[in-house]
């Protein structure tokens, strides 16, 4: 996956990152509970430690990612 993935633009990984965050989105409560029994959290706290947390990170790479990954001079 990793010579795939680096081979890909950043509109492909773009469209990735909306796919797996719709993914997230269905199968969050599925997620909350193995978290709730792996750690202990409630339900609450893993909606807001999983679910949210990991959605912002990815909405966050999907539109500045490719201006951060982008190349600079030094």
Not at 22 to 48: F, H, P, R, W
Not at 54 to 60: A, F, N, Y
Not at 66 to 74: A, D, H, T, V, Y
Request: proline residues 3%; aromatic residues 6%.
């Amino acid at each position: 996956a990793h010579v795939t993935w680096s081979e890909s633009s950043f509109a492909e990984r773009r469209a990735v990152f909306r796919e797996l965050m719709d993914e997230i989105l269905v199968l969050q409560e599925e997620i909350c509970k193995e978290s709730v029994n792996g750690t202990g959290k409630t339900m609450m706290e893993a909606t807001y430690g999983e679910i949210m947390t990991t959605l912002e990170k990815l909405r966050w790479l999907k539109n500045e990612g490719e201006k951060i990954l982008s190349p600079e001079p030094r």
